[in-house]
Every structure is written in C-alpha cells, then in structure tokens.
C-alpha cells in the first residue's frame, strides 16, 4: 500500500499542508483585496452586519487553517531533518527561511489579528444591542489591520521560499551566522513595525493600500532573494 510507508507519511502531511495552506492564505487574500476596501465604502449597518456574522466565521477556518499549516509543516521539517543532510544543499535554506516567515504569520494570527478582532467583533455586536460602543474597537481594528497586511507582504517571499526550496537551487550561505542573523533582524523590523507601528505612517504607509502591500511583498522577496546571492560561497 503506497501511502502505508514513511513517504506515504510525508505525503499525506504535505496533503494537509496544502489544504490547509490554501485556507489559510485564500482567506488571508480575501480580507485584504476583497474584504477591507468593500468595508471602506459599504453603509454602517451592512458593516455591522458582516462583522458579526460573517467575519467570525471567515475568522475562524482562517485561524484554524494557520494552525493545520503550520503543524503539518514543522512535522515535515521535523521528519526530513531526521533523513540527515537537511542544510547541506539548498533546500534546507529555502525551506527554512520560508518556514520562519509562515511561523511568524501563524503567530500574527493567533497573537495580533484574532485578539484583537475579537474585539472589533464583541464592539458591533454591542453596539447592535444598544450597549455602549467599546472606546478601544476603532484601535484594535487599525492594529489587527496591520498585521493582517504585514501577513499578507509576508507571505509573497514566504511561497517563494517555499516553492523554491524543491523547484529551484538557490546558493548555499557561505555563513549560517551571518545569514540568518540578517534574515531574522529583516523579519525583526518588519514585525516591531506590524506590533508598534502607526498605521498609515512611516514604514506601515505603503500597507495602507493593496498596491503598496503587493509591492512591498515582492521586494521583500527580491531582498531575501539577493541575499542568499551575496551570501554565495
Ligand atoms: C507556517 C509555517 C510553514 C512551515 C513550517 C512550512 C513548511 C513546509 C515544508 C517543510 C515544506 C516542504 C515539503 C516537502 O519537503 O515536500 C513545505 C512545502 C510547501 N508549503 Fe509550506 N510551510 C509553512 C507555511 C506554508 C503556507 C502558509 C503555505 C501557503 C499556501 C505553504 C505552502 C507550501 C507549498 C505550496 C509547498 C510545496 C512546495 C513544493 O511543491 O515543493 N506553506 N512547507
């Protein structure tokens, strides 16, 4: 039986790493390009609505779809490890770098965007009721933004990275070190920027619209790309 084997194995988390992948990022997408503009320019009482019936539920295949890809995808890293010669050619690299930068978007999800969405959620909710309206909504919803946007730049190097780590030989670091001290300290500012950040201001005001956040994503995959370049042996 082909899948009752150790590839069979791996097969099937890669199986659910896609699955869940394409939940996760399609839901991520749907917010960002579909979502938020259509609530900038839709009626108070249509808003209303969506963010408590719709938007939870979104939220909710979304969250779960983060913690389904991130966990099939550290078991495949766990278990190919395991198979030895896990950085001795590019894929290890790639695979990593790829896997750091998801790590760090399931971590926006469930730390940033969730919490305070819940927030934003209870707030209409509320109001709707005629219970007074939460002073702290309107900041939590700009934050979760945020976030959500720096996700959505995230995850353009992230798939390259991904997708190149099997499909295209990038260079071996000549320096683990250096490397990774470079590649973490990018993703460092990126995420005091999602975290403390004002939005619409300095490094956050290309996210504030669709164009500048695409643009932002893929030169921040060219960065990453042009680094394991310099880094060439
Ligand atoms: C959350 C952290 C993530 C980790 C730790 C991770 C880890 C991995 C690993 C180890 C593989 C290699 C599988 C193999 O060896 O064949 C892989 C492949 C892949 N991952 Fe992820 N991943 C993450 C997030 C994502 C996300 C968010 C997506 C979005 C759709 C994604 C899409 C893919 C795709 C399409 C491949 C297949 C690449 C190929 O054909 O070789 N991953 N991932």
Redesign the pocket.
Same mark, same amino acid.
């Given at each position: 039986m082909a899948l009752a084997s150790s590839e069979g194995w791996l097969f099937l988390l890669?199986w659910i790493? !896609?699955l869940a $992948?394409?939940t996760? =990022?399609g839901l991520l997408y749907y917010f960002n390009f579909v979502q938020t503009p259509f609530f900038a320019e839709t009626e108070a009482p249509v808003r209303s609505g969506a963010i408590q019936k719709l938007v939870p539920r979104a939220l909710w295949w979304f969250r779960w779809g983060a913690m389904f890809? !991130?966990l099939s $995808?550290?078991l495949? =890293?766990i278990q190919?490890s395991h198979q030895g010669g896990f950085f001795a050619g590019s894929y290890g690299w790639a695979?990593f770098l790829?896997?750091l930068l998801?790590?760090l978007?399931?971590a926006n999800v469930w730390f940033v965007i969730w919490p305070n969405q819940k927030v934003v959620i209870q707030n209409a909710v509320d109001t709707a009721a005629g219970r007074p309206a939460n002073p702290a909504a309107a900041a939590a919803g700009a934050r979760g933004g945020l976030a959500s946007r720096t996700n959505t730049v995230l995850?353009v190097p992230?798939?390259f990275f991904?997708?190149a780590?099997?499909?295209l030989t990038l260079p071996v670091p000549r320096s683990g070190l250096i490397f990774w001290i470079v590649a973490l300290l990018v993703m460092f500012v990126i995420e005091v920027n999602a975290l403390k950040g004002t939005p619409g201001q300095g490094l956050a005001k290309p996210l504030a619209t669709v164009k500048g956040t695409l643009w932002a994503g893929f030169i921040l995959a060219l960065v990453y790309y042009a680094w394991f370049e310099a880094m060439r042996a």
């Open positions: 890669r790493h !896609f $992948g394409i996760w =990022i890809t !991130f $995808g550290w495949i =890293i190919r695979i790829g896997g998801g790590t978007m399931w995850s992230m798939l991904m997708g780590a099997s499909h």
